[in-house]
Nanobody
């Protein structure tokens, strides 16, 4: 049984930082594609960053140079370090996983999802 549990969201002023965590069980974060997505009410969910089993990362242009995706294999946890936050980064952030060592293109439906953690930037 795969479970992804996010934490670390909150309210922060523009320019601030947050680190999101995604604790995984039933699946190895280092052996599979892991991703972060976000969704704002009334808008489609969008991919933010993804990390494959070889350490390759994909980060969307809107957060490039501000967000970093990484993992702690010993803790089997995925992270998203978010710096220089902007109001447009506000949304519900979800951790997701694909049972594949390589990450698919954005738009592919990931296999497993967490419950989400809210990020609000004012």
């Amino acid at each position: 049984h795969v479970q992804l549990v996010e934490s670390g969201g909150g309210s922060v002023q523009a320019g601030g930082s947050l680190r999101l965590s995604c604790a995984a069980s039933g699946l190895s974060v280092s052996s599979n594609c892991m991703g972060w997505f976000r969704q704002v009410p009334g808008k489609e969910r969008e991919g933010v960053a993804a990390l494959d089993s070889a350490g390759g990362t994909t980060v969307v242009d809107s957060v490039k140079d501000r967000f970093t995706i990484f993992e702690d294999n010993a803790e089997n946890t995925l992270y998203l370090q978010m710096n220089s936050l902007k109001p447009e980064d506000t949304g519900m952030y979800y951790c997701a996983a694909v049972r594949s060592p390589w990450c698919p293109a954005w738009g592919y439906e990931y296999n497993y999802w967490g419950q989400g953690t809210q990020v609000t930037v004012s």
